[in-house]
């Protein structure tokens, strides 16, 4: 199971995470490939943790978010 992660700028406005966008991603360090949604998708089981998303688009801009991941308790 996942959770969708929406990218969000300094003004909070959705940046798209399109393939004819990025240049480069990685979550935590890992490759991220980019998917038409333009958004990327968590595994809902990964631990407690403060994750890193680092984004460089095609345009040259460079974003960088943390996210401080405390997944659902299961029912």
């Known amino acids: 199971m996942s959770a969708e992660y929406k990218l969000l700028d300094a003004e909070g406005v959705e940046v798209p995470l399109t393939p ?5 991603m990685y979550f935590n360090g890992n490759i991220v490939t ?3 949604d333009g958004t990327i998708w968590v595994d809902v089981t990964l631990p407690e943790w403060k994750y890193t998303l680092d984004v460089t688009m095609k345009d040259g801009k460079k974003y960088i978010a943390e996210l401080d991941w405390k997944p659902d308790p299961m029912p």
């Open 20 to 24: 004819d966008r990025v240049n480069a």
């Open 34 to 36: 980019p998917n038409d």
